[in-house]
């Protein structure tokens, strides 16, 4: 059986190496040699590492009452000398160095696997992060199967590992490691079921068909996208229940599909607005966030002499969560005097509103004439074009020639002219269709496809492209994060839902302030946000600059395909399959992290639930369990034996153990009263306990330690019940079919 298991193990390890590419990171300058180690060791593929750490955590698994005691420091170590060579062990003035560096390598690590897609180059912070899974895997897995006697909970273990590798690789089936692995597993569960000349068990055969369904299934399987999507992990997204967190810089996409029906907060307004949550002013590539500061002033957001309606609103915090407050552009005043108000004139609270929490909002909302949007010019300020024009070194050729395609075709005279253009293209003249079904497996490349072949989208992708565009353009714009008008459930009450979420742009022009435009088809401004500078109506097939893509047909299809605004929200919210957004790469640091963490923590806390129901007999399984994870594998499992009775099961663990043998005896007395005498005493079973761990509680600390998060007692409690719950089966089985040939006769 041996055999099989190693095997099986090494390559469950091996198959990490699918989650890296071929090439070295180029970051070479350290400063301990270079990352000559890393090349030789990975030989420019990261199998070796990880086939490495699989047999590093296959011995470390193997080494019976020591396998715990060693995983930590032997783990550690190979990931220090399989990533940097051998540390500065005579050197002590440079351990401090030493441990910079491993620290910087993480953090640029997690940055890395933060904005890129999976595969990732051969980073040094990646391997300090992953190597460390595989050894606890492969430690966990071999360690039981041999000592624990659950093969079948090892075999499931890796399989369910290689299922997610192959989900977030986008490698269905994780090409030849799976094959190989599913025969190393069938061997070994053949092994571990067979029984003398009759061969394997049918509990053997049933776990090997579940295993490879299980690792066929996981990349298929419906909640993959919501759960492992190619996107960032992100900790606000909106879920189907509990209380949503809204956050400016939460993909909107999750509202739009996961959380499409919850209701967020209520709006009382005698005018239906966008409301405004804040603003995104710096794009990397894959995401925009907001790196405004109160202090700095980036220009005028309303210059004096424009036109201005003022609104009030009062807001109901419902089923969310959030530190920001909501209202319509531009919010010069609120009822909160804890609230902070930030240079794009949004605010924030230090702690978030809770649900049924409200606050009332006075928003100043910018009129100007079309007149003087024209004669803006574009005499930007220092800090609005340092800022507001930025665009990062990966920007894809096509946001440049699709601002060259708009110039040449609408040849806009101002900078307003151009912002209506891009509107106008995006909108109607691009061949571009709403649609929130859509995938961008790659979230750096999504601005490219979208832009490209895809041209389908939501109000993320479109927003995005528009700011771009303009930036481009030398035109300043930000991308701006809120919501819809919502539903009228009264009158000027408005009722907001996680399908309200939306974006739209705003664009800089000087002595007017920062505007408004909504680029997503099916969506318009509200009369007041625009009353004296309308958005074109649809425009009629134009020759300006040439052909316009087929503009008659293409406006045709629209006209018959997009709904009004009002009712898009309504289908948006029937629409219950759609799958959630696309614009995130799932980094796998937070895994590597939580998954050791979780599985170290997940045995004492499972420990403290069994016993925490407080029955006698929860109370005679939590201190035999305690003394059984105390000693090794082999002692404890002669303790195991149905001939033995309470008493002398729990005498025979503390003497091997080493424990004070009187509150163990009278432990063991007060529970054979309760089994076996009508007087017995619960009370007294409790009382006897807590004297029994008094005596336990007098063992070092680093035998309990290790006894905490050992987990045979759980597992020969699982293996118990597995083999019950079997018997029961078959008794039952066995009575209905003597009932069925005695009523045959």
């Not at 571990?192 to 399987?221: D, I, M, Y």
């Not at 959630?580 to 796998?588: C, F, G, K, M, V």
């Not at 007692?713 to 078959?730: C, E, H, I, Y």
Request: with cysteine; charged share 20%; glycine share 10%.
């Amino acid at each position: 059986m041996r055999y099989w298991l190693y095997a099986a193990v090494l390559v469950a390890g091996s198959a990490f190496s699918i989650l890296f590419t071929g090439d070295l990171y180029t970051e070479t300058n350290t400063g301990f040699g270079d990352l000559s180690v890393v090349s030789i060791i990975a030989g420019n593929r990261a199998f070796l590492p990880m086939l490495f750490a699989a047999a590093v955590g296959a011995l470390i698994g193997s080494a019976g009452r020591w396998r715990f005691v060693l995983l930590v420091p032997v783990g550690a170590l190979y990931t220090i000398l399989a990533v940097y060579g051998v540390p500065p062990v005579f050197s002590p003035g440079e351990w401090r160095q030493f441990g910079y560096r491993i620290g910087n390598d993480v953090i640029d690590a997690a940055n890395i696997m933060y904005a890129e897609p999976v595969p990732y180059d051969l980073a040094p912070g990646i391997f300090v992060m992953v190597l460390p899974a595989v050894v606890i895997l492969a430690t966990f897995a071999t360690s039981a199967a041999l000592y624990e006697g659950t093969p079948v909970l090892s075999v499931a273990v890796m399989g369910l590992t290689i299922g997610v590798l192959s989900t977030v690789s986008f490698e269905d089936g994780a090409g030849p490691f799976f094959a190989a692995f599913l025969a190393c597993a069938v061997g070994l569960l053949l092994a571990a079921g067979s029984v003398g000349q009759e061969g394997p068990g049918r509990a053997a055969l049933v776990a090997g068909a579940a295993v490879v369904a299980l690792a066929l299934l996981v990349p298929r399987l419906p909640f993959n996208d919501a759960t492992i999507s190619p996107g960032m992990i992100d900790w606000t997204r909106i879920g189907t229940g509990g209380t949503s967190r809204l956050d400016v810089q939460a993909d909107v996409g999750d509202y739009l599909a996961a959380g499409r029906d919850a209701e967020l907060f209520t709006v009382r307004s005698p005018e239906p607005l966008l409301w405004r949550g804040g603003t995104l002013d710096s794009f990397d590539g894959v995401r925009w966030s907001d790196t405004t500061t109160p202090a700095e002033d980036y220009g005028a957001e309303l210059a004096p002499g424009v036109p201005s309606r003022i609104v009030e609103q009062d807001v109901e915090v419902l089923n969310a969560e959030t530190d920001v407050l909501f209202g319509g552009y531009r919010m010069v005043d609120t009822d909160r005097f804890d609230a902070t108000r930030h240079s794009d004139s949004s605010w924030t609270l230090d702690e978030p509103f809770e649900e049924g929490d409200s606050y009332e909002v006075i928003s100043q909302i910018p009129q100007p004439t079309e007149g003087q949007l024209q004669a803006a010019g574009t005499s930007y300020p220092s800090s609005v074009e340092r800022k507001f024009l930025q665009l990062p070194d990966s920007t894809p050729g096509v946001v440049a020639e699709t601002a060259d395609r708009i110039e040449e075709r609408y040849d806009p005279g101002t900078p307003y002219d151009t912002a209506r253009a891009v509107e106008r293209y995006l909108i109607y003249d691009g061949g571009f269709i709403y649609n929130l079904d859509v995938s961008y497996r790659r979230a750096d490349k999504a601005v490219e496809e979208f832009l490209g072949d895809s041209k389908e989208g939501f109000c993320t992708q479109f927003s995005t492209s528009m700011a771009l565009i303009l930036r481009d353009m030398d035109i300043p714009s930000r991308v701006v994060y809120g919501a819809t008008s919502g539903e009228e459930v009264d009158e000027d009450e408005y009722v907001v839902t996680g399908s309200n979420m939306h974006t739209w742009v705003e664009v800089y022009f000087p002595g007017v302030g920062w505007y408004p435009f909504n680029p997503t088809p099916g969506f318009s401004m509200p009369s007041t946000m625009e009353a004296n500078a309308r958005r074109p109506s649809i425009p009629v097939p134009s020759t300006i600059g040439g052909p316009t893509e087929n503009n008659l047909d293409l406006r045709q299809r629209l006209n018959e395909q997009r709904p009004a605004p009002e009712q898009q929200q309504q289908d948006a919210r029937q629409d219950r399959n759609t799958a959630p957004s696309e614009e995130r790469q799932a980094p796998l640091w937070p895994l590597f992290v939580a998954l050791p963490v979780l599985l170290v923590a997940a045995v004492p806390l499972s420990k403290r639930a069994l016993a925490a129901r407080g029955r006698p007999e929860d109370l005679y399984g939590d201190l035999t369990g305690r003394l059984r994870d105390v000693l090794p594998p082999n002692t404890a499992a002669v303790a195991d034996s149905p001939a033995l009775t309470p008493t002398e099961r729990v005498l025979l663990l503390s003497g091997a153990a080493g424990v004070e043998e009187g509150p163990m005896g009278g432990f063991a007395r007060a529970y054979s009263d309760h089994l076996y005498s009508a007087s017995g005493d619960a009370d007294a079973v409790a009382a006897a306990h807590r004297r029994a761990l008094g005596a336990y509680g007098r063992l070092p600390l680093w035998k309990r330690t290790l006894a905490a998060v050992n987990p045979s007692s759980l597992l020969a409690r699982m293996g118990k019940n597995v083999a019950s719950g079997r018997a029961r089966a078959g008794k039952a089985v066995r009575g209905r079919i003597r009932a069925l040939l005695r009523r045959g006769r």
